[in-house]
């Protein structure tokens, strides 16, 4: 059964860095791509960029590119997202997803509060 | 830059009933790479439909997915209560590797 286990809620302040983390099981991980949703208060699914673990190539939404970083590590099947500098804009809930055509397994989601 | 656009907003409609959400693309696309989520609130979101019409593993044959071009249809034909959710349409375009999601359409009771 393939799962997608994130970890957990965040509150931080404005300025600060943050990373977080989605440990995937039940499929080989080098072989999928993986990328990141979020959800901002009140709107809706946003697709933020996905990274194919096996080359570690990352493709990042336009709107979103500079703005967060993308990564893998191989040897513990876990994607990341992260910021250097967090925004107050940047509160959401953050959904890993394994991606294909289309999003066929997704994470339990991570809310990340960012305020002073 | 394909922008999906998702009609009504908000459906009102009871347990029992019929519903049809819409969703246009702004130029014609691939059916093979148009998809469904159904998101009810403080879960994940659920792959329903991929494709425009083969139903995700475990999806109730009262879902269908119908359409091509700019033009796909939602369809649920006998609602039950688990099925008031908010419920978006997603494309996925390979070059380069782009995924949108439509604004959403809320089925409340």
């Known amino acids: 059964e393939v799962q997608l286990v994130q970890s957990g809620a965040e509150v931080k302040k404005p300025g600060e860095s943050l990373k977080i983390s989605c440990q995937a099981s039940?499929?080989?991980?080098?072989?999928?791509?993986i990328g990141w949703v979020r959800q901002m208060p009140g709107k809706g699914l946003e697709w933020m960029g996905v990274i194919y673990p096996g080359d570690s190539g990352t493709i990042y939404s336009p709107s979103l590119q500079g703005q967060v970083t993308i990564s893998a590590d191989m040897s513990t099947s876990t994607a990341y997202l992260q910021w250097s500098s967090l925004k107050a804009s940047d509160t959401a809930i953050y959904y890993c997803?394994?991606?294909?055509?289309?999003?066929?397994?997704w994470g339990q989601g991570t809310l990340v509060t960012v305020s002073s | 830059e394909i922008v999906l656009t998702q009609s009504p907003g908000t459906l009102s409609l009871s347990p029992g009933e019929r519903a049809t959400l819409s969703c246009r693309a702004s130029?014609?696309?691939?059916?093979?790479?148009l998809a469904w989520y159904q998101h009810k609130p403080g879960q994940a979101p659920r792959l329903l439909i991929y494709?425009?019409?083969t139903r995700a593993t475990g999806i109730p044959d009262r879902f269908s997915g119908s359409g091509s071009g700019t033009d796909f249809t939602l369809t649920i034909s006998r609602l039950e209560p688990a099925d008031f959710a908010v419920y978006y349409c997603h494309y996925y375009a390979n070059s380069p590797r782009r995924y949108t999601f439509g604004q959403g359409t809320n089925l409340e009771i």
């Open positions: 494709g425009a019409s």
């Open positions: 130029q014609s696309v691939s059916s093979y790479f």
């Open positions: 039940g499929y080989s991980f080098a072989d999928y791509w």
């Open positions: 997803v394994r991606s294909k055509n289309y999003f066929d397994s």
